[in-house]
C-alpha cells in the first residue's frame, strides 16, 4: 500500500526557500510517476511539478525556474527545492505517487507552506 509522508513546510519570508521531502514505502517506487501538488485555502489542488520514473521533470508554469523537484531512487525520497518563494505559493504541498498499472494517485497527508512577512 502506498504511503507518503511529507515534511519541511513552514513559513517564510517572500523571497526565501524551502525544501520539502516526501519519504514513500510499500510499492516500487523507481516505477512509479511522483509529484508535488498543492492547495491553497478555498482553491482546488493542482500540479507544482513532477518528476517521472525516468526522472524527467515538468513544472507548472507559475513556478518554473523558482522550484526544482528530484528524486532519489535508493532512498524512495522526492524533494522539491522551493527558491524565490512568492505569497501566492502559500498552500498545503501532497506528494503524489501515480500508479503506471492504473493512473490512479495517492496522496501524503501535505505539509504547510506559508510565504508572507
Known amino acids: 500500500q502506498v504511503h507518503l509522508v511529507e515534511s519541511g513546510g513552514g513559513w517564510v519570508q517572500p523571497g526565501g526557500s524551502l525544501r520539502l521531502s516526501c519519504a514513500a514505502s510499500?510499492?516500487?517506487?523507481?516505477?512509479?510517476?511522483m509529484g508535488w501538488y498543492r492547495q491553497a485555502p478555498g482553491k482546488q489542488r493542482e500540479l507544482v511539478a513532477v518528476i517521472s520514473s525516468g526522472n524527467i521533470p515538468r513544472y507548472a508554469e507559475s513556478v518554473k525556474g523558482r522550484f526544482t523537484v528530484s528524486r532519489d531512487n535508493a532512498r524512495n525520497m522526492v524533494y522539491l527545492q522551493m527558491n524565490s518563494l512568492k505569497p501566492e505559493d502559500t498552500a498545503d504541498y501532497f506528494c503524489?505517487?501515480?500508479?503506471?498499472?492504473?493512473?490512479?494517485?495517492?496522496w501524503g497527508q501535505g505539509t504547510q507552506v506559508v510565504v508572507s512577512s
Open positions: 510499500g510499492f516500487t517506487f523507481t516505477i512509479y510517476n
Open positions: 503524489d505517487a501515480q500508479s503506471p498499472f492504473s493512473g490512479a494517485h495517492s
